[in-house]
């Protein structure tokens, strides 16, 4: 390809992108500031998430508040999958901006071969951001070369905050406090994919389609299609629950288990679902056991052709568990010596605890809320943590609780103020 021909493709494409950014209002996208400080001096940011997520407008975002000169190059288009030879795009690059360009953005950059060395030999001068729709992209030859120089940011549909544009859950007057929770219900039962503002429904579960075809089929050639279809609709369905290799063998007529490892390790891999481990100070007994399963985004369950059970709870815990994704979390559970289920266990620091979480969409019912009551206080005798709280749907109070010769400090908490927090 020539440079001129380059450059022109090169114009379009930003063309395009200042088009979008004038034609409306953008959401503000959390995590900027945080993503801003990787890039103070030359290092390769990867910013990573589910497709359609928002990656390629963040990216831009993040450009623009470094710098106001910087390459972008979106790969994914058609007219540059003949492109062999990287040099080229420093050629265009500095012919368009300069030799002092030192920032570049470059779009599902995995959809050319042999990137990585590319990427590799411009972080030693320059500040990169490269994204991508597939854990893999930081795996294989990227982590061979770019050894600890290089920074992950993991970047989900849009959160709570940024759809309803709230940022404290302090001081509310009643009608305030009335419209975020208005805002929270819709937000609860639609999506936080940026494009069903714009198209609604229909439009996730297309993207649903592309991560079962384009990220998971077609990546791994997958020859199986109709299993890994039936096992992707069966855990998307079971959303927020626990699931084990061996069931879903027998519900897909897949006898080979390794083979059902690698088809739910595809999913995780292309974000459209998390895995919950069991809490367990034994590694392998955390990796041998039942675990639970959540999709990155409440339309995969909203709008689903499947009818589930309890809905309510079960979105309102998927919902958790994405937020503490969002945050860093790692997802873990923890069942009592009894049986009862804590539904996560948060840490500051690997194989530490410091909080334990249930969710319960409703409290008024006084079987439910000491059913809660039960699993927090026995997890909390067995694991010595203090800090307890149940994510409700409106319920807020801080209650001194007992169980049997058991007793703890609970705070319930609703969880648009869970969510505001910001952690």
């Known amino acids: ?94 012919q368009l901006y300069g030799a002092d360009l030192d920032l570049f953005i470059f779009d599902e950059i995995q959809e050319l071969q042999g990137w990585e060395r590319f990427v590799s030999r411009l972080r030693n001068n320059n500040r990169v951001i490269i994204t991508g729709s597939n854990a893999g992209i930081l795996g294989g030859e990227l982590s061979v070369y770019l050894t600890g120089r290089y920074i992950k940011f993991f970047l989900l549909p849009f959160s709570f905050r940024e759809v309803c544009g709230s940022k404290s859950d302090t001081r509310l007057s009643t009608k305030e406090e009335s419209l975020i929770l208005e805002c929270f219900r819709k937000y609860l039962f639609s999506s936080g994919f940026p494009e069903y503002y714009l198209f609604g429904k229909m439009i996730v579960n297309q993207i649903f389609e592309d991560i079962i075809f384009k990220d998971c089929i077609y990546r791994y050639g997958i020859k199986n299609v109709r299993a890994f279809r039936e096992l992707s609709s069966i855990l998307v369905s079971q959303f927020s629950s626990q699931f084990n290799y061996r069931k879903l063998s027998n519900a897909t007529g897949m006898p080979d288990i390794n083979s059902v490892k690698n088809y739910v390790q595809f999913l995780e891999d292309s974000f459209l679902i998390f895995i919950s481990y069991i809490f367990s100070k034994k590694p392998r007994t955390r990796y041998l056991t039942s675990k639970k399963v959540y999709v990155s985004d409440l339309g995969f369950a909203n709008f689903s052709s499947v009818e589930t059970a309890k809905k309510e709870s079960r979105l309102l815990e998927n919902l958790v568990a994405i937020e503490l994704k969002r945050r860093g979390k790692e997802l873990l559970f923890y069942k009592t010596k009894d049986g009862y289920e804590v539904d996560f266990v948060t840490g500051s620091k690997e194989g530490q605890v410091d909080e334990l979480i249930q969710v319960s969409y409703a409290v008024d019912n ?35 609780v007992k169980w049997h010769r058991m007793e703890g400090k609970i705070k319930f908490l609703p969880a648009w103020k869970w969510l505001l927090q910001n952690k």
């Open 1 to 94: 390809m020539s440079v001129d021909k380059l450059i022109r493709i090169i114009l379009d494409q930003k063309d395009s992108m200042e088009e979008l950014f004038k034609r409306g209002k953008l959401v503000g996208r959390e995590g900027l500031d945080e993503a801003a400080s990787f890039l103070r001096s030359p290092n390769v940011l990867a910013v990573i998430g589910p497709r359609r997520s928002g990656k390629t407008v963040f990216s831009y975002m993040l450009a623009k508040k470094l710098s106001g000169k910087f390459l972008y190059i979106n790969f994914f288009d058609e007219r540059l999958s003949t492109l062999d030879n990287y040099d080229v795009i420093l050629r265009a690059a500095y």
């Open 366 to 400: 006084e079987i439910t809320k000491q059913r809660e009551i039960r699993a927090l206080l026995h997890a909390r005798k067995e694991l010595g943590i203090t800090n307890l709280s149940v994510i409700t749907y409106d319920y807020e109070s801080v209650e001194s």
